[in-house]
C-alpha cells in the first residue's frame, strides 16, 4: 500500500513538473514583440534627442513662393537661435511645440546640417530649415537627399 501512495505521489509530481514547462513559441513570441518594440523605440530615438533647448526670437523674415515652383510654400518666419536665412531653405519638419523643433535641429546639426528653427508666428507652427542656399537647384538637391530620411521635406523661398 505505501508503494503504491509513494508511486502515485512521484507520479502527480512528476506531472506538475511536466507541466509548468513553458513552450519555446512562448518566448520566441515574446522575444520578436519585445525586439519590434525596441528597433521602434531605437528609430524614434534616433530621430529626435531629448535635450531641451533655449529658444529667443532674433529675425523676422518674409518668406514667399517663387514663380514657377512647384511645392515652394509662402509663409512669414521668425528665425530662431541666431542665424539667418538665405533665398531658398529645405524645411524638413513643422512642430506645434518648440522643444520638437529645437530636438529635430540638434539631431540634423549632429548630422553636419547647419539646421535652425524659424517660427511662423501666423499659425505658431515651428519649421526646422535643415539648409538654406542662394539658388533654387542647390535646395531642390538637398531637399532630395532629405528626403531618404524626411519624405515630406520641402522648400520656403525667401524675398527681400
Known sequence: MKKSIFMGLALVA????????????SYKKAYEKAKAQEMAQTRVADQVETAPVSVTPVVTTPVTTAANTENDRQERLTVMNGGTLKAFN????????????????????????SAQVAQNPETG?????????DDRAS???????????YPDAWLLYRTY
Open 125 to 133: 507652427m515651428y519649421r526646422v530649415i535643415a539648409s538654406s542656399f
Open 90 to 113: 529645405v524645411v524638413c519638419g513643422s512642430f506645434s511645440n518648440v522643444d520638437n523643433a529645437n530636438n529635430l535641429r540638434n539631431t540634423l546639426v549632429g548630422k553636419g546640417y
Open 14 to 25: 512528476a506531472l506538475a513538473f511536466v507541466s509548468c514547462k513553458s513552450s519555446e513559441s
Open 139 to 149: 535646395a531642390v538637391k538637398s531637399r532630395d537627399q532629405l528626403r531618404g530620411t
